[in-house]
């Protein structure tokens, strides 16, 4: 008999449930008042729908063996925008959904086998809303719900921005055959596969700029204008930038502007971001999102709604960072334990579940100790070692 979970599954102890409940509450009260609906999307679903149209790869789904082609989700938005074009297509848009669960993802392991993780994911899809404003309340609900989880100044959080079109645009220029190639070679940060590439010299080094291209929005935005000219896509996300700045450096979230940037998977068509963290060991990744209209699209056949935009949070990775060591004791985000109630001998007992169920109506935590305790020191110690706040101990 196997005595360890599966390859990359974990198992959570009660502290880390509790911090993970506790996380999860936090962003969807932000959510709530944001005007956010939640809805349950199934574990289970079609392969197709899952892959997104080609956006994820198959090797990173969990198949199951069914008569029909099913897999676990790997992440919640494809899953949305599926049940919000079909059985929510009735409702007015746009829609305001946010949705909580496990998301399930194969890889390879260092010895050549499978393995299966899960993460727990939090986040939010707004759909039907094709206009920069849906791109710009998105991530200012980001920055809101990051205010309420307790990053410190040690954490460095970094708010990444690209944006899809970007990329298309710089890219414009090269021939129609190497365009493929050059966006992976920006996009993996590869610059000996750039130079590899059949390119004119002219090109070649523009590129290879661009790797080099990020940092503080203002600078790239005037460099990228220099480049591709005053067009209508750096004035809108040179506008939605600076609607977010004031908000975020009032959090101490440093903004930066990567044309090259694309997230793991490949859902995106429009503006895209991360929040990274500077972890105990590395930089962490906590959230990551962006637009996604044609993945709507798929779906829906009004194409006036194929629109949508959202973002998830990591909540482990997020509790990790916040329990991390270069944050001393801060973040483990358990409350005061239970009080211990004990009684002084086996004939107490129901003494005993009666003074549990007064502390329960008022709201308290307590359990009960099984076994008599002889005084109250016992009972204390017992409290104690159980992680109580404290005993409650009932004289015969």
């Avoid at 502290?15 to 993970?20: A, H, I, K, L």
């Avoid at 944001?34 to 199934?42: D, F, H, I, L, R």
């Amino acid at each position: 008999m196997a005595l360890q979970p599966a390859a990359g599954a974990r198992d959570l102890n009660p502290g880390q449930v509790d911090s993970n409940r506790r996380l999860s509450d936090l962003l969807a009260s932000v959510y709530r008042l944001w005007g956010y609906q939640e809805v349950a999307p199934p574990t289970i679903e079609r392969l197709d729908t899952l892959e997104a149209g080609g956006a994820i790869a198959e090797r990173e789904l969990v198949r199951l063996a069914a008569d029909d082609p099913l897999g676990l989700r790997p992440e919640l938005t494809a899953p949305i925008a599926r049940a919000a074009s079909t059985r929510m297509l009735g409702r007015p848009r746009p829609l305001r959904l946010w949705a909580s669960g496990t998301t399930f993802r194969s890889f390879t392991g260092d010895g050549g086998g499978q393995r299966i993780s899960e993460q727990l994911q939090s986040g939010v899809e707004l759909l039907g809303e094709p206009s920069p404003a849906a791109d710009t309340e998105l991530v200012h609900l980001l920055l809101a719900a990051v205010a309420t989880l307790g990053l410190r100044p040690q954490h460095q959080p970094t708010l990444l921005v690209g944006h899809h079109g970007l990329l298309t645009a710089l890219l414009s220029q090269v021939a129609a055959e190497q365009r493929s190639a050059a966006r992976h070679a920006l996009t993996d940060f590869d610059p000996l596969a750039l130079g590899a590439l059949n390119l004119p010299d002219s090109q070649r080094q523009r590129l290879r700029a661009l790797i080099g291209l990020r940092g503080e929005p203002v600078q790239v935005l005037y460099q990228l204008e220099q480049w591709l000219g005053p067009i209508p896509l750096l004035e809108t996300l040179a506008a939605t930038l600076a609607s977010v700045n004031p908000s975020a450096s009032a959090l101490g979230v440093r903004v930066q502007l990567d044309p090259t940037f694309q997230p793991h998977f490949d859902l995106y068509d429009g503006l895209v971001f991360k929040l990274v963290c500077q972890g105990g060991d590395a930089p962490v990744a906590i959230a990551s999102g962006g637009r996604y209209d044609a993945l709507v699209g798929r779906f829906c056949s009004d194409l006036s709604q194929a629109a949508g935009t959202g973002f998830g949070f990591d909540v482990e990775a997020i509790r990790d960072l916040l329990a991390s060591d270069t944050c001393g004791e801060a973040g483990d985000g358990q409350g005061p334990g239970p009080w211990l109630v004990a009684s002084a001998t086996p004939a107490g007992l129901g003494l005993a579940l009666s003074r549990m169920g007064e502390l329960h109506r008022r709201g308290e935590a307590a359990e009960l100790c099984t076994r008599p305790c002889a005084d109250r020191a016992e009972a204390e110690r017992l409290a104690g070692e159980r992680g109580c706040r404290g005993a409650v101990w009932l004289a015969a």
